[in-house]
């Protein structure tokens, strides 16, 4: 067989191979979808001092109906609890720890100088319980919300020392003295976002469930300093607060306004009262979660 002969049939062999595979390549295929992108639900934790217990029911009631978190915003007593449960306590374990708690550990009263507690206890505390995890590291995506005294501007941690970002965004006007960090001092962050539910939305979230703890005023006339700073602070709270909880998908409202907002010694009450209102919001909660399983997005 000549030389010419036998390239002619090689070309012709690739020639029925490539027509064999394009026909191949356009027979029909099962189409395959993108898959959706995952959801984001987050919880987001309002200030309100002592009345803040009532997010560990209000947690007690997500994870027993099997509610899942993505994501944990806090402002002030919010941020304590968030940080918490960001690293991986489950409410019972937080009840426990709450019940348990003294004002002792937490509360450092000092000479009055721009506030009449220090809040390094607090700060040591939160570490202390988190194993000095810093924020970037918890097991829930964390974030805790303060304020810039000197700007006005909401500051938003993210990342660092997880004590001091909870001590920093509890730090109320007249009652804790102002944080400095990195040169700049910080107050509670419910001077500007008391439920950050504006936050959430920026770090991604696609459902959001507000808990506000500033909505069921106390009707009792304060006693003390403390007491009446606490007060008008928590008045503060309700006004704000209004705006960003339009943009909530769910608002959990615990009835804590017989509470004071020192009053420690009513923590199982305002639990209590966590619990109630986050099963009075259950169905509405099932429902927009039911709707991101649906979509295939969770």
Not at 64 to 84: D, E, K, W
Not at 130 to 156: C, D, H, M, Q, W
Not at 178 to 184: A, K, S, T
């Amino acid at each position: 067989m000549s030389i010419n002969l036998l390239a002619g049939k090689i070309l012709s062999s690739f020639a029925l191979l490539s027509l064999l595979f394009s026909l191949t390549s356009c027979a029909p295929r099962d189409i395959v979808q993108p898959p959706k992108p995952s959801a984001k639900i987050a919880l987001v934790l309002g200030a309100g001092a002592a009345r803040g217990f009532s997010h560990i029911g209000v947690l007690k009631v997500l994870e027993n109906n099997g509610i899942p978190v993505h994501m944990i915003v806090g402002t002030s007593a919010g941020s304590f609890v968030g940080s918490l449960s960001a690293y991986g306590f489950n409410a019972y374990q937080l009840q426990k720890m709450a019940m348990e708690l003294q004002k002792g550990d937490v509360i450092d009263l000092t000479i009055p100088d721009n506030g009449f507690v220090k809040g390094e206890l607090l700060e040591n505390y939160v570490n202390r319980m988190l194993r000095n995890t810093p924020i970037e590291k918890l097991r829930t995506p964390f974030y805790a919300v303060a304020t810039n005294v000197s700007t006005g501007e909401e500051v938003i941690f993210a990342q660092g020392n997880t004590g001091m970002a909870v001590r920093a965004s509890s730090a109320i006007p007249g009652v804790f003295r102002q944080v400095r960090i990195n040169g700049r001092a910080y107050v509670d962050g419910g001077v500007v976002s008391p439920v950050a539910v504006e936050a959430a939305r920026r770090f991604g979230a696609d459902i959001v469930i507000a808990v506000d703890i500033s909505s069921d005023l106390d009707i009792r006339v304060p006693e003390g300093t403390i007491d009446t700073i606490l007060q008008s602070v928590n008045i503060m709270y309700t006004k704000i607060a209004a705006s960003q909880l339009a943009r909530a998908d769910v608002i959990v409202r615990p009835k804590v306004g017989h509470i004071g907002s020192a009053e420690f010694d009513k923590r199982h009450e305002a639990i209590l009262e966590g619990e109630r209102a986050a099963n009075e919001a259950l169905p509405h909660i099932k429902a927009t979660v039911g709707r991101l399983r649906h979509e295939g997005r969770l």
